[in-house]
């Protein structure tokens, strides 16, 4: 059917290439992090000769363990394909603890794995969860409204809840992952409704009605969704270019992901080296971190799996894997003590 | 640095890594369907999991040639419509629903290899902004992302988007395949819902397009008594220049036209409640009054009287849009379209009810053997 403009040729203005989280943004995100890979300013994938060269060289040490990127590249998608909404992390905890046989969950919800022994005792972490949605209402004709987790301390960019509109979402009820969409006004309807000036607001969670077809609250409960049901865009992990992978936190998952890695390839670690998945890191305190510091510290030294991401906190958040290969080496190395 | 080739292999991995390792929900909760729903979806996935944006609609049109009944033949004309005849003699009628959907036109790639995009159909930007992208060309299609904007440009409306495809200059884009004129989408599902409802990106006219093909397939064809000329048409999203075409062929010789084509329906919590609110589920809907036609009444009244005397459901109704079958009034020809009720029409999140389908394909059917 058709509606609304006909052929209208685009014109670009105004549009800045690193989007609505700009870079700056991001290095500011990650400055607490010490084990990070070191970008110049503006967000650029390319290897230089020199670069290479390094790699070259990094790959002709002995002591490093072998890891493969085609592992890599996998649990990257599979991390990035999952929802860990801050404080609701359960099914991406219970995923993580099934990758590593005689890893632990603790109360607050960190998975952990404890690598050699003797000192010095160190710790990596890597934090798994992200800003996201719960259920907040059913309402009688079986729409649900949404309530947003996280973001506090880290508030989310004002155009965050607007990746929801007239998108596909999975809602995460006890029965299992639930498919729904957030309604938007279709296009045809709108059609001469509004004057030339009309305010033009963004789109926040307080409009964002979800359809998982339900005719009924009943229906919608019927299918195991209850009030604070996690919510999510549904994710659908891209790569693109030279091993790019864009998708919801893609940063945090593919740094997550290098530390999985990094531990999959055996490191023969210095002293004690506590690896931990952490939880809630998004929400408040920080729980997750600080129950870890405080149930199996103190650590001589504490680092953070970290990425440098391009169009951070949008569905398409950019890593590039090639960083992702040289933080395993470098995760390695710490844990080695070399 | 990998060609293109190279990256559609591994965008293939990536779904299938996904579709493997993904706690993600099934796609068709299908278990306890009728067969009448079962061959809807049947039918109506793989049309709506081909890509085809105006002037670019040949992986849809061969995928409906695909699903024709084997004794159907088919021509397609030199505007790209494609066209299969039924039955003999007068009065002709005409039915038609619309291969394309809305989408972006590459029509340049900049120094730094982004792509700049032309719209195809009417729809929400804002939709598209930061979200996959898909550059469709003939050696296969290119993962790239739509562009986020700057962070400081707080309103709902984004400016004219951009991809990026990962090349970083406008020779390695080119490299890759990527060159003006390409059409670019977003990747898209179709995905069931709870019931019988589903949802996907370009229902319209997918939907319509189905319910032509599943007509067919049930047509009896010794109870015509005139020639019914099913046509799935080009570029109606852009001006309903494919209709316009077959228009042109035909001129005078049909007495009626059905566009089979969207009721976009107000059954939303967002939505006014002035006009269209013909829920979803409730049978195809008699689209009387829409932006481009008027259905006189008394052809209303009778398009009612078919749908009772063989106990298929319809509601009636008007809506905005245009559609297919008002190319044909300028030569006498009457519309009378016939529609289906969509939530959130042109968004990559329309959802249907499977039940309106059944209903558009039985209707369809019907007006051919006994109207």
């Given at each position: ?338 | ?65 695909r699903l024709l009944p084997s004794w159907a033949k088919s021509e397609t004309d030199t505007a790209g419509n494609l066209w299969v005849r039924v039955g003999q003699g007068s009065p ?53 992302v739509f562009l986020p904007r700057d962070s400081g440009f707080t309103r709902h409306t984004p400016p004219p988007l951009r991809v990026d495809v990962g090349a970083g200059s406008r ?46 397939r049930r047509l009896d064809r010794a109870a015509l008594k005139h020639q019914v000329i099913f046509i799935w048409s080009v570029r109606e999203e852009i001006g309903l220049e494919g ?129």
């Amino acid at each position: 059917m058709i509606g609304g403009k006909r052929g209208v040729r685009s014109r670009h203005i105004g549009s800045h290439p690193e989007g609505w989280a700009r870079y700056d943004t991001v290095q500011k995100h990650t400055r607490e992090y010490t084990l990070q890979r070191r970008v110049a300013p503006g967000p650029s994938f390319r290897m230089g000769k020199t670069a290479a060269a390094f790699l070259l060289l990094l790959s002709a040490l002995p002591p490093v363990r072998l890891f493969a990127q085609g592992d890599l590249d996998r649990l990257a998608l599979r991390f990035a394909s999952m929802t860990a909404v801050t404080g609701l992390e359960q099914a991406m905890v219970d995923s993580l603890r099934a990758l590593f046989p005689g890893s632990t969950r603790d109360h607050v919800g960190n998975v952990t794995l404890t690598l050699g022994q003797g000192s010095p005792k160190r710790l990596f972490t890597c934090p798994l969860d992200e800003v996201g949605y719960v259920v907040g209402n059913i309402l009688p004709d079986g729409f649900l409204l949404l309530r947003r987790v996280g973001g506090t301390g880290r508030t989310a960019s004002p155009l965050f809840d607007q990746q929801l509109e007239g998108h596909r979402v999975t809602v995460f009820g006890a029965r299992g992952a639930v498919p729904g969409v957030v309604a938007v006004k279709s296009t045809h309807l709108t059609r001469g409704r509004s004057a030339p000036g009309t305010p033009d607001p963004v789109f926040t969670v307080d409009n964002a009605y979800v359809d998982v077809g339900a005719t009924s609250a009943a229906e919608a409960q019927g299918l195991g969704i209850a009030v604070l049901a996690p919510v999510s865009l549904a994710k659908r992990p891209q790569l693109y270019g030279e091993r790019l992978l864009a998708a919801p936190v893609a940063g945090r998952r593919a740094a997550c992901a290098a530390l999985a890695a990094a531990v999959q390839a055996k490191p023969k670690v210095k002293g004690t080296v506590v690896v931990a998945f952490t939880v809630q890191s998004l929400y408040t305190s920080n729980a997750g971190l600080a129950s870890v510091k405080a149930l199996l510290g103190p650590f001589d030294d504490i680092k953070t799996a970290a990425l440098p991401a391009r169009y951070a906190d949008t569905a398409v958040e950019t890593v590039a894997l090639a960083d992702a290969d040289r933080l395993v080496r470098e995760i390695l190395q710490w844990m080695e003590g070399r | 640095m990998a060609d293109g080739r190279t990256v559609r292999r591994a965008v293939g991995d990536v779904l299938l890594a996904v579709c493997l390792l993904s706690a993600g929900p099934p796609d068709r909760l299908s278990a306890q369907d009728s067969t009448r729903i079962a061959e809807a979806q049947a039918v109506l996935a793989p049309l709506v999991e081909s890509y085809g944006v105006s002037g670019a609609e040949g992986p849809v049109r061969e995928a409906v040639k695909r699903l024709l009944p084997s004794w159907a033949k088919s021509e397609t004309d030199t505007a790209g419509n494609l066209w299969v005849r039924v039955g003999q003699g007068s009065p002709v009628v005409v039915v038609i629903a619309h291969l394309d959907e809305i989408g972006f036109r590459v029509t340049g790639i900049r120094d730094d290899g982004t792509l700049e995009l032309e719209t195809r159909g009417g729809f929400i930007s804002s939709l598209f902004e930061a979200k996959p992208a898909l550059v469709h060309t003939d050696q296969g299609d290119i993962a790239g992302v739509f562009l986020p904007r700057d962070s400081g440009f707080t309103r709902h409306t984004p400016p004219p988007l951009r991809v990026d495809v990962g090349a970083g200059s406008r020779a390695k884009a080119m490299a890759r395949g990527v060159s003006a004129g390409q059409t670019v989408t977003m990747p898209k599902q179709y995905v069931r819902l709870s019931g019988t409802r589903a949802t996907g990106r370009s229902f319209d006219d997918r939907v319509g397009a189905t319910a032509q093909l599943i007509a067919l397939r049930r047509l009896d064809r010794a109870a015509l008594k005139h020639q019914v000329i099913f046509i799935w048409s080009v570029r109606e999203e852009i001006g309903l220049e494919g209709a316009a075409a077959a228009a042109a062929a035909l001129a005078t010789t049909p007495r009626r036209v059905h566009a089979i084509d969207t009721f976009v329906s107000a059954d939303s919590p967002i939505e006014l409640p002035n006009f269209a609110v013909t829920p979803i589920g409730r049978g195809a809907v008699a689209r009387a009054l829409d932006n481009s036609s008027i259905t006189p009444p008394a052809y209303v009244d009778s398009l009612v009287q078919v749908a009772r005397a063989r106990g298929v459901a319809l509601q009636v109704g008007t809506t905005n849009g245009g559609n297919d079958g008002s190319e044909f009034t300028p030569y006498g020809v009457v519309d009378v379209p016939i529609g289906w009720p969509l939530r959130y029409s042109h968004s990559p999140a329309e959802v249907i009810d499977l039940k309106d389908v059944v209903s558009l394909a039985d209707m369809i059917r019907a007006v051919a053997e006994t109207w």
